[in-house]
């Protein structure tokens, strides 16, 4: 009898070490898209002022960052050819926009596999003393290759504790998420950074 307890004792053990061994171990890492970190393609548009950057990113990915009209549109991938055929660079906010420069990279295990950027939308019915829309804030959820398309929304005025939100929305969906069936998550409380997005 005491060897079969011991046995089982052993068994218990050995599960509860390969549970702690299993368990992935999530972080965040950091890079800019600063137009000086970043390569200019071409030259700024003289109609438009449209412009086209690569980005340094991690693991081999590059970021790439088309803006026209006074919207922007962010992408990743291996370079800069990948990363435009990708569903992100086809996903355009409606309002004037513009991206952060920080981009937060969620990994587990140390690979990536989301990254979180904090976005400005431009509100008209909410004009300042100059009669200039200002901006609201919102966070962007995005997956990373194979598949790059946003993932979640997180309004940064409605949540103040928007980047936990984001980063746990990148922890539970980014991986799993189906870019061409799926619906981006509205993560938290919705406000008027996720009503001008959602329109």
Avoid at 83 to 110: C, I, L, M, Q, Y
Avoid at 138 to 152: D, E, I, K, Q, S
Wanted: proline share 6%; net charge neutral; charged share 25%.
């Amino acid at each position: 009898m005491k060897h079969v307890i011991v046995a089982c004792l052993i068994a218990l053990l050995a599960c509860g070490c390969y549970g702690q061994a299993s368990a992935q171990s999530f972080g965040s890492s950091y890079t800019s898209t600063a137009p000086e970190h970043c390569r200019q393609i071409g030259k700024p548009s003289d109609l438009d002022g449209s412009t086209t950057r690569v980005c340094p990113g991690k693991a081999g990915l590059v970021v790439l960052i088309a803006e026209d009209d006074l919207r922007e549109i962010v992408s990743v991938g291996k370079n800069r050819a990948t990363a435009a055929k990708e569903p992100a660079a086809g996903v355009w906010f409606g309002p004037f926009n513009s991206s952060e420069h920080t981009v937060e990279w969620r990994a587990a295990d140390g690979k990536p596999f989301a990254i979180i950027q904090r976005w400005h939308i431009a509100d008209n019915s909410d004009p300042d003393k100059q009669g200039r829309p200002k901006t609201k804030a919102l966070l962007v959820v995005t997956r990373l290759p194979p598949g790059v398309c946003h993932v979640a929304y997180v309004d940064a005025i409605a949540n103040p504790n928007a980047n936990e939100l984001a980063r746990k929305a990148a922890d539970d969906f980014a991986r799993g998420f189906d870019c061409g069936n799926d619906e981006v998550k509205i993560t938290g409380a919705s406000g008027r950074a996720v009503e001008l997005v959602a329109r």
